[in-house]
C-alpha cells in the first residue's frame, strides 16, 4: 500500500482578508497551470500576512504548486486583457516571469513524507 503524506503550505505576503487563498496541485507537466489539471486543490478563507493551508492525501512523487489570493470571491484567477493576472499568484520555486508563468520543472519538488513548503505572494 502506498503511503500518503500531506503538504502543509505557508503562503506569505496575503495582502488583505479579503477573499480566499486557493492551491493548486499539479503533478505533471501536461496539466501545469491547466483549470481542468490540478490534482488536488485546497481554499482557506485569506486573512492578512500569512494563510496555511494542508493539503492531504497525496502519495509519493513529483508536484509543483501554484497559489493565488482570489480577493473577490469569484473561484477564478483575474486576469486584464493581456492574461496578466490582477490578483496576486505565485508558485513552489519557479518565480512569474516577465513574459508569463514559469514551467512545471522550476517549480516541482518531491515528496516522500509530509512536506512542508513556504510561498510568497
Given at each position: 500500500?502506498?503511503s500518503?503524506?500531506?503538504i502543509s503550505?505557508?503562503?506569505?505576503?496575503?495582502?488583505?482578508?479579503?477573499?480566499?487563498?486557493?492551491?493548486a496541485?499539479?503533478?505533471?507537466?501536461?496539466?501545469f497551470?491547466?483549470?481542468?489539471g490540478?490534482?488536488?486543490?485546497?481554499?482557506?478563507?485569506?486573512?492578512?500576512?500569512i494563510?496555511q493551508?494542508?493539503?492531504?492525501d497525496?502519495?509519493?512523487g513529483e508536484y509543483?504548486?501554484?497559489v493565488?489570493?482570489?480577493e473577490?470571491?469569484n473561484g477564478?484567477?483575474?486576469t486584464?486583457?493581456?492574461?496578466i493576472?490582477?490578483?496576486k499568484?505565485?508558485?513552489?520555486k519557479g518565480?512569474?516571469k516577465?513574459f508569463?508563468?514559469?514551467?512545471?520543472?522550476?517549480?516541482?519538488?518531491?515528496?516522500?513524507?509530509?512536506?512542508?513548503?513556504?510561498?510568497?505572494?
Amino acid at each position: 500500500m502506498f503511503s500518503q503524506n500531506s503538504i502543509s503550505v505557508h503562503v506569505h505576503n496575503v495582502p488583505s482578508n479579503k477573499g480566499h487563498v486557493n492551491v493548486a496541485v499539479y503533478n505533471s507537466d501536461d496539466t501545469f497551470l491547466s483549470f481542468d489539471g490540478v490534482f488536488k486543490a485546497g481554499t482557506e478563507v485569506a486573512h492578512e500576512g500569512i494563510v496555511q493551508l494542508v493539503i492531504e492525501d497525496l502519495p509519493e512523487g513529483e508536484y509543483a504548486l501554484a497559489v493565488f489570493h482570489d480577493e473577490n470571491g469569484n473561484g477564478q484567477l483575474d486576469t486584464n486583457w493581456l492574461g496578466i493576472p490582477k490578483e496576486k499568484v505565485a508558485f513552489s520555486k519557479g518565480k512569474m516571469k516577465t513574459f508569463g508563468p514559469p514551467k512545471y520543472k522550476e517549480c516541482a519538488f518531491q515528496i516522500y513524507s509530509d512536506y512542508e513548503i513556504n510561498i510568497k505572494l
